[in-house]
């Protein structure tokens, strides 16, 4: 079964730090440039980071620059989100999706919320 | 930075052609894709390349682009397809993907 499960999402103070991870299953991981999207309560989507096949490319949102790191390990099929410096406006649902060509987004995981608060 | 303009809502009935439509500066230049949320749940993509279908998305889905303005089209809409859409192209410029804010499709 084609499918994407995001884990490690929580309650983090102001400051602190998470990881997130995604599993993926059903098909080939390193054929894929995967990516993380996040949505905040109420809002839009917003893009937050991509990241190629072999990790040789990584691009971010100008809000997470400096503070969140994409990665993969395609032995595992997975993809993770280290984030810190976590601020309330980091609070939102992140889906983590596999990119199809020409750049979209094919298949989306079922979300991980995380919740920036003291 | 590249952006795109949806209009927040809109609304139908059932039965009849539901058009939401995403502005952006020569859209008709860029692929356009779409997606579909319902309540708690995930995105699902519903259109890619302007006009493609995925597998599974039925007929009544379809779109189109061109000049500043693309257009996603849902024929013979039904209560299901109640949702909130996006679009979404690739900004070249800044390498990366760009989503539209979204719109409220009521099904009257």
């Known amino acids: 079964q084609v499918q994407l499960v995001e884990s490690g999402g929580g309650l983090v103070k102001p400051g602190g730090s998470l990881r997130l991870s995604c599993a993926a299953s059903?098909?080939?991981?390193?054929?894929?440039?995967m990516s993380w999207i996040r949505q905040a309560p109420g809002k839009g989507l917003e893009w937050v980071s991509y990241?190629?096949?072999?990790?040789?490319?990584?691009n971010y949102a100008d809000s997470v620059k400096g503070r969140f790191t994409i990665s993969r390990d395609n032995a595992k099929n997975s993809l993770y989100l280290q984030m810190n410096s976590l601020r309330a406006e980091d609070t939102a649902v992140f889906y983590c999706?596999?990119?199809?060509?020409?750049?979209?987004?094919?298949?989306w995981g079922q979300g991980t919320l995380v919740t920036v608060s003291s | 930075s590249y952006v795109l303009t949806q209009p927040p809502s809109v609304s139908v009935a059932p039965g009849k052609t539901a058009r939401i439509t995403c502005g952006g500066n020569?859209?008709?230049?860029?692929?356009v894709h779409w997606y579909q949320q319902k309540p708690g749940q995930a995105p699902v993509l519903v259109i890619y390349?302007?006009?493609d279908r995925p597998s599974g998305i039925p007929e009544r889905f379809s779109g189109s682009n061109s000049g500043n303005t693309a257009t996603l089209t849902i024929s013979r809409v039904e209560a299901g397809d109640e949702a909130d859409y996006y679009c979404?192209?690739?900004?070249?410029?800044?390498?990366?993907?760009?989503f539209g804010g979204g719109t409220k499709l009521t099904v009257l």
């Open positions: 999706a596999r990119v199809g060509a020409p750049k979209y987004f094919q298949l």
């Open positions: 059903g098909f080939t991981f390193s054929d894929y440039y």
């Open positions: 990241i190629s096949s072999s990790s040789s490319y990584t």
């Open positions: 020569d859209i008709g230049s860029k692929s």
């Open positions: 390349y302007d006009s």
């Open positions: 979404q192209v690739w900004d070249s410029s800044s390498d990366h993907p760009v």
